[in-house]
């Protein structure tokens, strides 16, 4: 079972960057696919972006086309959610997520899909 935790989320001006980072421990964590999701106040929780565990990503949100970019560095366990020209309507709590499978370009933009889930980390973008 691997657990998760996300780092690097903060309070940031518009058009600024962030990089968050999902580190995995627990598991063989290049043996899971990952995503981000984030939640914004008085919403439901949306998907953002996702990656298999051989690299390939699925098409990233609308909102966030262009702007973010999903990694992983399966040698250090981490995943990495890069946040470009940052928008107030980006303000939200990031999740990072995971679940096992053996296939290598396998991903989701379900959110039940995933098993684990980190606390998440939260996002502020001011105008």
Same mark, same amino acid.
């Not at 699925?58 to 250090?76: E, H, L, M, W």
């Given at each position: ?37 984030? *939640? ?5 929780? !949306?998907?953002? %972006?996702?990656?298999?565990? /051989?690299?390939?990503?699925?098409? +990233? ?20 959610? *890069? ?5 107030? !309507?980006?303000? %939200?709590?990031?999740?990072? /997520?995971?679940?096992?499978?053996? +296939? ?24």
């Amino acid at each position: 079972q691997v657990q998760l935790v996300e780092s690097g989320g903060g309070f940031v001006q518009a058009g600024d960057s962030l990089r968050l980072s999902c580190a995995a421990s627990g598991g063989t964590f290049s043996r899971y696919a990952s995503g981000w999701f984030r *939640q914004a106040p008085g919403k439901v929780r !949306e998907f953002v %972006a996702a990656i298999s565990w /051989a690299g390939a990503h699925a098409p +990233y949100a609308d909102s966030v086309k262009g702007r973010f970019t999903i990694s992983r560095d399966n040698a250090k366990n981490t995943v990495y959610l *890069q946040m470009n020209s940052l928008k107030p !309507e980006d303000t %939200a709590v990031y999740y990072c /997520a995971a679940f096992l499978t053996t +296939y290598d370009y396998t991903y989701s933009v379900r959110e039940g899909t995933y098993d684990y889930w980190g606390q998440g980390t939260q996002v502020t973008v001011s105008a």
